[in-house]
């Protein structure tokens, strides 16, 4: 079954990175784009960008450009997201989620980034 | 990009009854619209792809339907486990964008 495991819990000083993970299993690796999902304390879901393993291919909504980066192992299935210069609206659950065709169908369990000095 | 707008943002309702849920997107999506389910402090759930296709496992309860800029979600009959937060979201290409939401209480 496809499963998609997601790092641990990040405590981040403000202007520090982080770099999450999800490692996949179920499924090959390379043939489906592996999405991000933001999703602050109450708020809604909000779109980063995704990342085809296959090419390294990948896909940013313009607002996530310079704060996020998509990054992928094919040797350990596992995808990565670096967040760069970190502030307190970056607080927030991540979510990695495995498209097709824009629909995600699987989703990790979340990792939580909490930015505070 | 494709703005998707969803109301009501919060809905009240009890068990047995059916609510509507709609979602309108800023431009013609065609069908390409899913909807998700979340759950407090879970992951959210594929419901609907397509605009009108039940995802695997999804209880014949959910009906979503329409095409273009207009789309809604349907749950008849209201079961305890139905209750939580929707969210819409267009797959018409990149970038992909949600909807605001709407939070399903019990009343």
């Known amino acids: 079954q496809v499963q998609l495991q997601q790092s641990g819990a990040e405590l981040a000083r403000p202007g520090a990175s982080v770099k999450l993970s999800c490692k996949a299993s179920g499924y090959t690796f390379t043939s489906y784009w592996m999405q991000w999902v933001k999703q602050r304390p109450g708020q809604g879901l909000e779109w980063i960008g995704a990342i085809y393993p296959g090419d390294g291919d990948t896909r940013y909504t313009q607002k996530f450009k310079g704060k996020a980066t998509l990054t992928a192992d094919k040797s350990s299935s596992t995808a990565y997201m670096q967040l760069s210069s970190l502030a307190s609206e970056d607080s927030a659950v991540y979510y990695c989620?495995?498209?097709?065709?824009?629909?995600?169908?699987?989703w990790g369990q979340g990792t939580l980034v909490t930015v505070s000095a | 990009d494709i703005q998707m707008t969803q109301s009501p943002a919060s809905l009240s309702a009890s068990v047995g009854e059916t609510v509507t849920i709609t979602c309108r997107a800023s431009?013609?999506?065609?069908?390409?619209l899913a909807w998700y389910q979340q759950k407090q402090g879970k992951s959210p759930q594929l419901l609907v792809y397509n605009a009108k296709t039940l995802a695997e496992g999804v209880p014949s309860r959910f009906s979503g339907s329409g095409s273009g800029t207009q789309f809604s979600l349907k749950i008849n009959s209201l079961q305890p486990e139905d209750f939580g937060s929707y969210y819409c979201q267009h797959h018409y290409g990149t970038p992909y964008t949600f909807g605001g939401g709407t939070k399903l209480e019990i009343k």
């Open positions: 989620a495995r498209g097709e065709d824009g629909i995600f169908a699987y």
């Open positions: 431009e013609n999506i065609y069908s390409y």
